[in-house]
């Protein structure tokens, strides 16, 4: 302890008069970031090498050359003296900004970052309101660079923060600057796109719009959209997201971030999770031996099912999709065995700053082992309904693509014996079995996933799920209290609270709120980094949208006064 | 302005034969890291396949481990690889300034029309590309131009049809390294008349003791005086061995108090530089000194007269310096355009190799001590200090974020020195002849005490002078420092005044980077602080002059157009600003400026100067600035009239150079 006390020495200083302190060798960009002063950069980001090109941080220092010094390559000395609000400093970055602005089509209109941009930002806070620009502008090239990055060189900024990504942070090394002077821009090598796991991360760096995600573009303006901080399903390491929304459907998912998760990525694969959520093949209507019915329906039938049957005799089957509490709760209403099926491995990408893709696509396979303990893949299932002992199974498959139960289990199934489904996909099971309900999505629900290194992080609901979906937690329970588990039907929270209070091994002490937006590790993980040690520095996430206003509030839509007197926008705090 | 990417031809398969890959093997060796290879390897790919195509490039990435986005970068960064659509041979007319002042603009002109094609194009048998080149570092000779990377100088239209007929007849055997010229060889300087006394009393700054002989140019033009041979029987490598009979402290000391400043272009002092690298308890690992040879500021050709006739003076230069730092390891690194001086260099370390100067045991020391030319490839921005280490590490030559100063943390992230090819050359004669002998020549350093404006440094040793544009001798001069820098141009000893009989306009003292000095100005001394009092600076000692017909507007715009294609497009202020002032000014040039355009250049100038990486912000804004508020009242008339008196010239040719362009 008194080793990492020495280590961070504290150097007192002073930004436009206040008194800070930064860490010994840290700059002055970091130093004010860490301290919630906010110095406008482009280039710098907290996991890249310093470029020190877009000269935005410009900021008078004392001691310090006269001339004026970036703040991200400046180290504070014991007493420095910023000045980083003086009409000199002011007016060195009105003149950067108007020189960005020079070549720069000002097509805001109809530009997709229009509205989470940092060229509008600081155009708005620190530019000027006319230019002496009357040139013809120079055009570079618009094309894409990869399957799903769109480049408009004519918005470039030339921060080189992609270019930095790709050889610093995923090491393959697919785009580059070519050309110098005013006519350089960001390419790739013919034939070599930019294609690497990450690439989705190149447009969430990118401070401007040059490099879109083509997925999302021409699809909605920014401030429409609502973001719910919520985690990817898409395997185990359980990105920290933003599944942001517009009209009750999620136009794209970007990456919040969390140091010991996922830094400040995520993957395309975990950028289009959200799509297994609006495919064909959801089950979006309750069935009663195969036929569509009302909810309503299908849970008396489901009721008088479950309470005929004696609890020794349920079994129950879920997948590696389940929420905790899910899992919590088919635990408890039935007494016999339990089976849980897995998707297969996928493929594993490591960065070289530590960020861990995983290649198990299963984002609760460690809440499986910290609720249920150890279950096989539905082996003792298969006995029981083999051998008579099991008369009912409840199969709770919020898989995407719906579980690949073992051959032998699924002859099993087969048989006579009865189910109760609660399903993502209308599959086999709730097409031929006694009821089935429809599942949700984990965009759609609320819960907890344990991820890989043991981190108990929220999933939130971002949207509202297709057709009459009640799903798990509701209908569980409603069976659960049929046989006297609980008296009424709780929220997940509530839920959760009844898993800690259940296992208190791995969960003592955690409540479903303090989970926060960083997530707790449970008792024993791997990851013990507290919430507060989750976040770097104020105001410097992974994608330079996260700095704009809808971030602030989770799912809090409010109206306020436009600044332009047109009446109210509708946007988040 | 055309901003596609440069045809870069296919992407074939291509393999390097067992012999080219054996000779990158051994290339590799000499540096710490295989990526430092990448120019030269570019070289052997350009060699081998004819050109550096997308082809090449994807072979050589696969060599050297690297991605071939980043491959792509570096080449398209550097703009003296053969395109796969040029000809067999490659013409580069050098359309800067001072080969501007002297009729390359008209000459290159003809040469278009000679070969029937456009700058940029290849004639229909695949035999002739014709290019701008940036500064050729042949200004007094101009106009010159570059046939595959051979100079070919004091060209005229008649002489360029020879040259071209003569390659059409013989394409495969003709030589294309006869056309370098000597036409003024002047290296002397000193007259005992213009011996000068200090005054009694108050110590005057500028006192400069004209007796001086050359020093430093004594054994150019002289093509046997290459060789280490000759070089020792001039009194060569004397001074080496007085040097290393020193400790290292004393060297730099020595250095220090010599009073030695760099000859590339700041001026400062050589052995505090020395004195910077820390010690090896402090910053354990290897020392690099680098030699920047990458002369590419216009106006200036000094420095590829040592690496062409004196390199071993150089290398004399550069083991004092490896010694005096500790280093084991010396780059040259040599503009990609001076194909003779690379050779030269070559061979020059080929002879030190053989006479122990450099090898496993150097000098007799028993230290490793070697020496590699590295060349560049077309980028003025390699001149500067970390532009050049940038490059040397095979990357795109960005100059680097200060701190950490190279010094410290350098090529390699190891403690480094960058001295240009004239300071190092200095220190041969400084350590044979002795430190009073040294300081004796230039003016004097004057004690803090006497705090005179700027005095203090003072400027000392031997220097070469560069003169081009509108004189009736260019050439290169070693004349000391102190002299008047009206004497030096109007003096019948030196360069015998502005031709034609026409009077004085303007004087760039010192590379097309620096601000003018008006005919009421150039009564300086011209040495660091004399110049520097006047407004300047002698930056790279590049004189060049300005007849009375010159068109400031349009000597403007082609200052600008050179930093605008050599910005190396990193920082924001210096990218945008170099192409915005470009445009503007060539707006005035075509007739369409405004009055207010005038205050746009102040603002521009103002904005980018001091918010930059390097200075290369700072390289457009003074000549923007100066030639614009020496000259105002020419921009005014040239807004209003919408062209100059010279109807857009940018000056009157002289009759008889105007009777012999028309012959």
């Known amino acids: ?68 010094q970036i703040a991200c390559n400046t180290v504070v000395s014991e007493g420095m003296e910023v000045d980083a609000s003086s009409e000199k400093t002011l007016t060195a970055r009105e003149g950067i900004l108007e020189f960005l602005l020079a070549n720069h089509p000002l097509d805001c209109p109809i530009c997709d970052q229009a509205g989470e941009c940092d060229l509008q930002q600081y155009s708005f806070d620190h530019g000027r309101t006319t230019s002496k620009f009357s040139e013809i502008k120079t055009q570079r090239p618009r094309h894409d660079l990869g399957p799903r990055i769109r480049f408009n060189g004519n918005r470039c900024i030339l921060c080189t923060r992609c270019v930095r990504f790709c050889d610093e942070v995923t090491g393959t090394g697919e785009l580059t600057v070519v050309n110098r002077s005013d006519s350089a821009w960001i390419d790739v090598f013919p034939g070599v796109p930019l294609d690497n796991p990450l690439s ?265 799920a297709p057709g009459d979906t009640r799903g798990e937690l509701d209908v569980l329970q409603e069976l659960g209290r049929s046989a006297g588990h609980f008296p009424r039907v709780l929220s997940a929270g509530g839920v959760f609270r009844r898993l800690a209070a259940a296992s208190p091994d791995a969960f003592g002490g955690l409540t479903y709120r303090g989970l926060g937006a960083v997530g707790l590790p449970l008792a024993g993980a791997a990851d013990q980094t507290p919430a507060d040690k989750c976040q770097t520095y104020y105001n410097a996430g992974p994608v330079s949208r996260e700095t704009r206003a809808q971030d602030e509030q989770t799912r809090v839509a409010v109206h306020r006064e436009s600044p332009l007197g047109y009446g109210t926008v509708r946007g988040n705090v | 302005m055309s901003h596609a990417l440069p045809v870069l031809g296919d992407v074939l398969e ?263 690298v820390p010690s090896v308890e402090k910053v354990p690992g290897p020392r690099y000194l680098l030699v920047n040879a990458d002369e590419s500021e216009p106006g200036t050709f000094k420095d590829i007269r040592f690496i062409e006739d004196d390199p071993h003076q150089i290398l004399e230069g550069a083991v004092i310096g490896a010694y005096a730092i500790g280093s084991n390891d010396i780059y040259i690194y040599i503009r990609g355009e001076m194909r003779i001086g690379a050779d030269r260099l070559e061979v020059a370390i080929e002879e030190a190799y053989k006479n122990g100067i450099f090898g496993e045991n150097a000098l007799g020391f028993g230290v490793r001590l070697d020496c590699t030319v590295h060349r560049g490839a077309g980028a003025y921005i390699c001149g500067e200090e970390t532009g050049l280490i940038s490059s040397l590490e095979g990357k795109r030559g960005l100059p680097k974020l200060k701190p950490p100063f190279p010094a410290v943390e350098g090529v390699w992230g190891q403690p480094t020195i960058v001295n240009n090819v004239e300071t190092l050359a200095n220190l041969p004669h400084l350590f044979r002849e002795g430190l009073e002998w040294y300081t004796a020549i230039g003016t004097p350093r004057v004690s803090k005490e006497v705090a005179p404006p700027r005095g203090r440094l003072g400027s000392q040793g031997p220097k070469v002078w560069c003169v081009s544009g509108h004189v009736n001798r260019p050439g290169v001069y070693d004349v000391p420092f102190g002299v008047s820098l009206r004497e030096l141009i109007e003096s019948d000893k030196f360069c015998g005044g502005v031709w034609g009989g026409r009077k004085l306009k303007g004087i760039v003292p010192g590379g097309s980077s620096m601000k003018i000095l008006t005919n009421d100005e150039v009564d300086c001394h011209l040495c660091y602080d004399g110049v520097a009092d006047a407004g300047s600076s002698i930056g790279s000692a590049a004189i060049f002059v300005f007849d009375e017909t010159t068109c400031m507007v349009n000597a403007l715009y082609n200052v600008l157009r050179f930093y605008d294609h050599e910005s190396c497009g990193q920082c924001t202020p210096c990218r945008e600003g170099a192409g915005w002032i470009t445009k503007l000014v060539g707006r005035i040039l075509h007739g369409h400026g405004t009055m207010d355009d005038l205050d746009t250049i102040d603002k521009l100038s103002d904005e980018a100067c001091g918010k930059t990486i390097c200075v290369l912000a700072e390289a457009w804004s003074w000549p923007a600035t100066s030639y614009m508020h020496k000259y105002r009242s020419e921009f005014e008339t040239y807004i209003k009239t919408g062209t100059s008196r010279f109807a857009g010239r940018l000056y009157e040719p002289l009759p008889s150079l105007s009777k012999s362009a028309k012959a």
């Open chain 2, 14 to 276: 291509r393999t390097f034969s067992a012999e080219v890959q054996a000779e990158i093997a051994t290339l590799i060796k000499r540096y710490p890291e295989a990526k430092a290879t990448l120019l030269p390897v570019l070289r052997i790919a350009e060699r081998e396949f004819g050109s550096v195509d997308l082809g090449s490039m994807k072979l050589v990435a696969k060599t050297l481990d690297l991605s071939p986005a980043y491959v792509l970068g570096v080449v398209t960064f550097y703009f003296h690889f053969r395109r796969p659509t040029d000809g067999t041979f490659v013409i580069e007319v050098c359309r800067t300034l001072p080969c501007a002042l002297r009729g390359s603009d008209a000459f290159a002109e003809g040469v278009a029309k000679k070969l029937g094609i456009e700058f940029g194009g290849t004639t229909d048998d695949g035999l002739f590309t014709i290019k701008n080149a940036e500064c050729l570092a042949a200004c007094d000779k101009a106009p010159v131009c570059h046939v595959n990377a051979y100079s070919w100088e004091c060209l005229d239209l008649e002489t360029f049809g020879k040259l071209v007929d003569d390659i059409r007849a013989n394409p495969d055997g003709f030589d294309l390294t006869t056309g370098r010229k000597t036409p003024y060889p002047w290296r002397a300087a000193a007259d005992p008349e213009c011996e000068r006394t200090q005054p009694e009393g108050e110590l005057d700054p500028y006192y400069t003791a004209m007796t001086h002989e050359p020093v430093l140019a004594k054994r150019f033009f002289n093509d046997e005086a290459a060789s280490y041979e000759a070089y020792v029987k001039d009194g060569g490598y004397v001074g080496l061995k007085k040097a290393l009979k020193l400790k290292p402290e004393e060297v730099i000391q020595i250095t220090k108090d010599s009073g030695l400043r760099g000859r590339g272009g700041a001026g400062f002092p050589c052995g505090m530089k020395w004195g910077f």
């Open chain 1, 1 to 68: 302890m008194s080793e990492t006390t020495t280590e961070r020495l504290e150097v007192p200083f002073t930004i436009d008069g206040a008194s800070y302190t930064a860490l010994k060798g840290e700059t002055v960009l970091e130093a004010a970031l860490r301290n919630g002063y906010f110095i406008p950069h482009y280039c710098w980001h907290p996991s890249l090498s310093i470029a020190g090109n877009c000269r935005m941080c410009l900021v008078h220092t004392k001691p310090g050359p006269p001339k004026p």
């Open chain 1, 200 to 464: 989705g991360c190149t447009a969430d760096l990118c401070p401007v719009g040059a490099l879109l995600d083509s997925d999302w573009i021409h699809t909605t303006r920014v401030w429409l959209l609502r973001g719910t901080k919520s985690v990817c399903s898409g395997c185990a390491t359980g990105c920290n997201v933003n599944v942001e929304a517009f009209d009750d459907s999620v136009k794209r998912m970007t990456p919040r971030e969390n140091q010991p998760v996922n830094k400040w990525w995520m993957c395309d694969e975990g950028r289009d999770s959200h799509r297994e959520a609006t495919t064909d093949s959801r089950l979006n209507v309750a069935r009663l031996d195969g036929q569509p019915v009302k909810h309503q329906d299908a849970l008396e039938a489901a009721l008088d099912l479950f309470s005929a049957t004696p609890a020794a005799k349920i079994a129950y089957l879920t997948t590696g999709h389940a929420t905790c509490e899910e899992l919590h709760l088919l635990e408890t209403i039935t007494d016999g065995p339990g089976g849980v099926n897995y998707r297969p491995d996928g493929g594993a990408f490591e960065t070289l700053d530590g960020f861990k893709l995983s290649a198990d696509k299963n984002p609760n396979r460690a809440g499986v082992v910290a609720v249920l303990g150890d279950v096989d893949a539905g082996e003792r299932v298969r006995k029981g309904i083999e051998s008579g002992q099991i008369e009912l199974v409840v199969v709770c498959d919020s898989q995407p693509g719906g579980a690949n139960w073992d051959e032998g289990l699924v002859e099993a199934l087969k048989g006579d014996v009865k189910a109760i489904v609660i399903s993502l996909e209308d599959t086999w099971l709730a097409q031929t079995k006694q009821v089935a309900f429809p599942g949700l999505h984990a965009i759609e629900k609320d819960g907890t996933f344990v991820n890989q290194n043991g981190r108990l992080q929220r999933v939130r609901a971002a949207v509202s």
